[in-house]
């Protein structure tokens, strides 16, 4: 990376017309010639004025990353403005392409350009999956959970402005509630349907949101609704800060409570929508096979997620090879840990920790232990990356509206100032899992897996600024999974008990593999799903309902994880045997995600120019 470029002089850039400066350098020339400027310079600042333009119209995604400007404000998620962010996406990229000359910019600098314009395509391809993606469809993102999630653990209170902008988005969430009402509704009259479960999760959900003070008080006996428990400990951290006089505080929070007040009508015609389209949901088989056009559509889903071009017969293919390799493995374990196999081991794991379920010592065991292993395999980093994460990692429990039992962990990026850490949420309802699941999990979304990932990339410097928020799942979910193959060489686990239940984890992403496809491609219904990754892929029968019950909401997005460690996998073979005693692991491992997420053709290519590199150094 050649240049180093501020945000601020991004925005400035946005805000004037950038072709009519990239001219005046060709104007009459100054008594005293302004040094030329590179073409990898000229290229990151057109690239980071146009996606400062775009920051402007997702006021969401300037509160990720630390700006105030917009915070007021969600964005516009109307079918309008997905129409309009695609046309100005081809707009820049013709703009680009007619600007520069690919072939005079560095290597690092044509991975920008040709993901700024492979973004183009792909926003053209989302926009052919629209009217399949309403907003109250997913499980992980329906729009009554995502909204209030987004105000709790995304938009930071530093300030009182920050508090105003939370309180005024507050009050413009019923109208944005409407709106994704109104867009799920019309996929609906196209024949796109959420199944049965989904309307139930929407129900239980509204109703857990909308209860506790100041509604008044709920059957658990929860004093707070969420949001409503949140801004009070925003306002009073203010407070404490000596920021916010109490007086001001009071007055604050009282248009707070008015504004989540407001909120239960909204969330009460959610509730009567969905009740009143439980008696047609469909249910039993409800993958993409059950819409109209619905295979092309999933096809489309799986080039989005892989990043390949790899069929769904052929992902259902891979999945099965990869669940008979991870068994033939597990057997190997076992029998070196003294089991006759890898059936024996299960049930003695099965017989020192019987299921029982989670109370609040449980929980607090759970977080202690994941919080200590996370700090401890951080300390083992630097001899396997020169890139390290700088910011604070933190494990912490689902919020209670969405917290399931069963439900999947995730990990979400710091800001780009450190101020808000990077987190692993977990659900820590229902039965609790064998401890020495708990060390693949953290390696995946802790460290090295998400969090360190994120953080590596919200810090990013002297690129393009749009790389530190652009993502691939193939790229992100298959470093996770990789990640947790990295614990294992960094001498992470502590006994063979953890290294056969990483196994266990991997063996669970291929399973997907198999039922994502089997699903949504071979007609297999919700319960032959539930079965295959119950008894196939090992899950307890409530995380195996809750992990199909995800897929068939977010068609693809599961068969991203084993399809990209399989490629990073096979890249880093190919370094390994092509470069011998001088293949540098910390070299290879800055490559992947020193620079952010990317495209698994474009990693690949990557990988090639960097051997190359080396073999010539």
């Not at 409503?228 to 407070?239: E, F, G, H, M």
């Not at 749009?466 to 990640?483: D, H, I, Q």
């Amino acid at each position: 990376m050649t240049h180093k470029l501020t945000f601020s002089l991004a925005m400035a850039l946005a805000a004037a017309s950038l072709p009519a400066a990239v001219s005046a350098q060709t104007a009459a020339a100054p008594a005293a010639p302004a040094p030329a400027i590179s073409e990898d310079t000229r290229l990151t600042i057109f690239l980071d004025a146009e996606f400062a333009a775009y920051v402007k119209t997702q006021p969401q995604l300037a509160t990720r990353l630390g700006i105030k400007d917009g915070g007021d404000r969600w964005n516009d998620n109307s079918d309008e403005a997905a129409r309009a962010d695609a046309a100005w996406r081809r707009a820049s990229v013709a703009r680009m392409q007619a600007m520069f000359d690919r072939a005079r910019l560095s290597p690092q600098a044509q991975v920008n350009y040709d993901i700024w314009a492979l973004e183009a395509d792909r926003a053209e391809q989302s926009l052919a999956n629209r009217i399949y993606r309403p907003p109250f469809y997913s499980r992980l993102y329906s729009a009554h959970s995502q909204l209030p999630d987004f105000l709790i653990n995304t938009h930071t209170v530093a300030d009182v402005t920050d508090l105003r902008n939370y309180i005024a988005r507050l009050k413009a969430m019923p109208a944005q509630l409407e709106r994704a009402l109104e867009r799920t509704q019309a996929s609906q009259q196209a024949g796109i349907n959420p199944p049965r479960f989904q309307f139930e999760t929407i129900i239980e959900g509204s109703r857990k949101l909308t209860s506790g003070a100041p509604y008044g008080a709920n059957d658990s006996g929860a004093p707070d609704a969420a949001l409503w428990a949140d801004v009070k400990a925003k306002t009073a951290a203010l407070v404490s800060a000596g920021t916010l006089p109490d007086a001001d505080a009071a007055a604050l929070l009282e248009e707070a409570k008015a504004a989540i007040l407001g909120l239960k009508p909204a969330y009460t015609k959610v509730i009567a929508w969905a009740e009143a389209s439980l008696p047609t949901a469909p249910s039993g088989k409800v993958g993409a096979l059950t819409l109209p056009g619905g295979l092309e559509y999933y096809e489309r889903e799986l080039r989005l997620v892989t990043t390949t071009d790899m069929t769904a017969a052929q992902i259902h293919a891979t999945g099965l090879a990869e669940v008979a390799r991870i068994e033939a493995e597990q057997d190997a374990l076992a029998r070196q840990a003294g089991f006759a196999d890898r059936s024996a081991f299960y049930a003695e794991r099965k017989r020192l920790y019987p299921p029982r379920q989670y109370d609040d010592a449980a929980r607090k065991e759970y977080l202690d232990t994941a919080n200590a292993f996370v700090a401890h395999t951080r300390t083992l980093l630097p001899a396997w990356f020169g890139e390290l994460p700088a910011y604070g990692i933190e494990v912490v429990r689902e919020p209670a509206f969405s917290e399931v039992a069963g439900g999947a962990a995730h990990a979400s990026a710091p800001s780009p100032d450190g101020k808000r850490p990077a987190k692993t949420y977990v659900h820590l309802v229902g039965t609790v899992p064998d401890p020495a699941a708990m060390y693949t999990l953290m390696c995946h979304e802790a460290v090295p897996g998400h969090n360190t990932q994120g953080d590596i990339q919200v810090r990013q410097q002297g690129g393009s600024k749009f790389r530190s928020v652009t993502g691939y799942v193939a790229f992100g979910e298959g470093w996770g999974l990789y990640a947790e193959a990295v614990c294992k060489e960094m001498g992470a686990y502590p006994d063979i008990a953890a290294d056969f239940m990483r196994l266990d984890a991997e063996l669970f992403r291929a399973a997907r593999l198999v039922v994502d496809t089997g699903i949504h491609a071979m007609g297999w219904t919700e319960d032959e799903a539930v079965q295959y990754m119950n008894e196939t892929g090992r899950q307890p029968i409530e995380r195996s309902r809750s992990e199909v019950r995800r897929y068939i909401t977010l068609p693809g997005q599961a068969t991203g994880y084993k399809i990209g460690m399989l490629k990073i996998m096979e890249l880093r073979a190919r370094a390994e045997k092509t470069l011998g005693g001088t293949f540098d692991v910390k070299g290879f491992h800055d490559l992947l995600i020193a620079s952010g997420s990317q495209p698994l053709s474009i990693l690949e290519r990557r990988v090639d120019e960097w051997i190359a590199a080396k073999l010539a150094s």
